[in-house]
């Protein structure tokens, strides 16, 4: 394409400038102009520059296809800088019209470029595309050329990544390798954030560390039945698991623990600790073995939940009818129920029990009810 004398003689560099303070202020079209003439003069250091440039603006104003078209003329200059931004431009416009293949295509030419401004973001994006796909040994590929650049952004990010999969897969050891040397990278100062994820997925690394460990244990029957080390490891293993959610797997490691008869009173030991002391001639009532159970199987929680809502429903019904008062009750009756509403209050949370009775009475009869 020919030139006019003016483009000839103008100065890309400027014109560059020019266009790029134009797209700054909010004319990318002016700025767009101005890109295209540079890229009209032909072969020159500026030219990557502009057709970088040009690929912004058009993307800016809804011209994918152009801004496109624009990076890959970039690309072609090869040159070293504008080259790979380009290609990392063009990446992004893959991804957000969904994309992927393409998108993978333009992460590898930034790969290529080999600028390590552009390359970490590039090979990690390439480690999720992969991720994505259920590549697991691609992924770690990636995700370790990422770490390996030591870069404080991207490679605490493909530590975590790599560490989780890791773990995932059943290999506590190499991910807790991974997460540490990852940490070394991060300023604990600037960087609180990262620094505690990393630290917070070491911490569950060494749980599924000690996961392990201790079933390795109870899987040697010897071990499993000696009263110094069994029923240790049957506690640890059991309040371990739930907290990487296993409580079925709990369950299942306490029940296995009292069916060894060597250690089954030391086991329900454990697994009874913090019921607190009850004379072993003493009846057993008759809610320790939902207890019990509830404990070894982790739905504790949901058991007292369960409890405390019965006991206020039914502590309701009884103190009602005792504000109410004794109309048509024989005052028997009504002192049998004051005697039965007052049993909380040696309790801690027996305060929140009348409070809570307190507001719903108020309700149900007006502000007037007489206090229990």
Do not use: K
Request: proline fraction near 6%; charge should be negative; glycine fraction near 10%.
């Amino acid at each position: 394409m020919s030139t006019t004398p003016d483009e000839a003689t103008a100065d890309p560099s400027l014109l560059c400038e020019e266009a790029r303070r134009l797209a700054e202020g909010g004319e990318p079209e002016a700025a767009a102009r101005l890109f295209e003439q540079v890229l009209r003069m032909g072969e020159g250091p500026h030219r990557a520059r502009a057709a970088l440039g040009l690929a912004v603006v058009l993307d800016d104003v809804g011209d994918v296809a152009g801004a496109r078209d624009a990076d890959w003329i970039a690309i072609g200059t090869e040159d070293p800088e504008y080259g790979p931004r380009a290609a990392y431009h063009l990446a992004l416009l893959h991804e957000r019209a969904g994309e992927r293949d393409e998108a993978a295509r333009a992460w590898r030419t930034v790969v290529d470029f080999g600028n390590p401004g552009y390359l970490p973001p590039a090979l990690l994006a390439l480690a999720q595309l992969a991720d994505e796909d259920g590549d697991f040994e691609t992924a770690r590929g990636w995700w370790e050329r990422v770490i390996e650049t030591g870069n404080p952004q991207y490679a605490p990010v493909a530590a975590h990544d790599l560490a989780q999969r890791l773990l995932e897969r059943g290999e506590p050891a190499r991910a807790q390798r991974v997460l540490t040397a990852a940490l070394r990278m991060i300023d604990r100062e600037t960087s609180p954030y990262a620094y505690a994820r990393l630290a917070t997925a070491i911490g569950i690394a060494y749980l599924d560390q000690a996961i392990g460990a201790f079933r390795t244990v109870l899987e040697d029957e010897e071990a499993a039945t000696d009263p110094e080390v069994g029923p240790l490891a049957t506690e640890l293993l059991a309040r371990t698991l739930p907290l990487r959610g296993r409580a079925e797997e709990a369950g299942e490691v306490w029940a296995q623990g009292l069916t060894r008869s060597a250690v089954a009173g030391q086991v329900r030991a454990r697994l009874r600790r913090g019921f607190g002391e009850r004379d072993e001639d003493a009846e057993i009532p008759w809610w320790e073995p939902v207890v019990e159970s509830a404990v070894a199987d982790g739905s504790l929680p949901a058991l007292t939940g369960e409890v405390f809502g019965a006991l206020d429903h039914i502590y309701a019904l009884a103190a009602l009818r005792h504000v109410q008062g004794p109309a048509g009750d024989p005052a028997e009756t009504h002192q049998v129920l004051g005697e039965a509403i007052r049993v909380p209050d040696d309790y801690w949370w027996g305060g929140l029990l009348h409070e809570s009775f307190d507001d719903r009475a108020r309700r149900a009869l007006g502000p007037d009810t007489p206090e229990r």
